[in-house]
């Protein structure tokens, strides 16, 4: 019998390179809440004291940049001059230019607005059909982001990081080999108590026991204090998380971002399909396991390349499923977005714990499964 692990990690909301990508998606959704065909390409970086956004945009909407960056940040936790990094005080300086007329033209045709790359994975490990590592990892992290924001846990701060590996054996997850996380905190809190508050009211109460052994490694701070977090300790960039944004180490990744984009970045939108693709086949019990993986190019109107690998747990031809696929499910830029309806502000809710696996998100919806089965019966 094969014994492997496979890895994950969530940053908390706080965590720099998350708050980026929160920024980036919260101005996003104003941007298409005010006006839906808004082309949105931004970044945000962000520094001890400094948020620095910039981009290309058109647009026929006024948004209030410093207004949003800075609720976005008081939202999360930034909120006391004494983190360091805080929304009153903390300098927006923007740096916004009209989209390329090129790329707009490319756009307008029905075409792709980037070359890009995509992937889309499901298997049968959690009800969501989500990796089982990156499913706790983001559960965990989140569990203590809201235990602060509740005020259930006061000496929290909003920066952090949960580390998990899954040991594995003929592919079915065994236990939780490795457990490490990281929570910023203040002070006057002993790191015995923070510990200990970490795996009593979080670890125990979240996790599933089944997945807890003896040789389950935890650690909690493993480093010892940490009092100064967020942008003051570390710089915050945009799409530094890539893969904690989408599957963890169990899937290949695009390669490309998703946060501070719209829906006409394929790199984006068809991930999006490509997830709702490969979740389908399994809740329709083709394969226990799926990848889909797809081609785009600038300003073409079609997918490029489409193929699907089911790592040999197909109980249907795979070039049967690849064809069902396509003639279900549009893979044209246009057609993408009107199908999965992403003129929306729906963005600034996937910016943290993770793209895939919430149920409210249109891409996470079962809408095809009976019409998938008629195809392959």
Known sequence: MKRYIKMAESPMEGHPDKLADLIADALLDEFIRKDPYSRVSLEILLVSGMTFVSGHVSTESYVDIPGVVRNTIKEVGYNKPEYGFDADTSAVITSIEEQSPEIALGISSEGAGDTATVIGYA???TENYMPLPISLAHLLSKSISEMRKSGRAPFLRPDGKVLLTILYEDEKPLFVKDLVVFVQHDPDVSLDKLREFIHEEV??????QKLISEATRIMINPSGRFVMGGPIADVGQTGRKIVSDAYGDVAYSGGSAFSGKD????????????????KHVVACGFASRCMV????AFGVSEVIAFDIETYGTEKVDKE????ALLEVFPTGPK????????RKPIYKKTACYGHFGKEDLSWE???KVEELKERLS
Request: contains cysteine; aromatic residues 6%.
């Open 123 to 125: 298997c049968r490990e």
């Open 203 to 208: 670890l125990k109460k979240t996790l599933p």
């Open 263 to 278: 829906p006409t970045k394929t790199d984006r939108s068809a991930s999006y399909l490509a997830r709702m693709m490969a």
């Open 293 to 296: 993986q797809m081609a785009y």
């Open 320 to 323: 049967k499923i690849k064809s």
């Open 335 to 342: 057609k993408i977005i009107d199908f999965l309806d992403l």
């Open 365 to 367: 919806k079962l809408t």
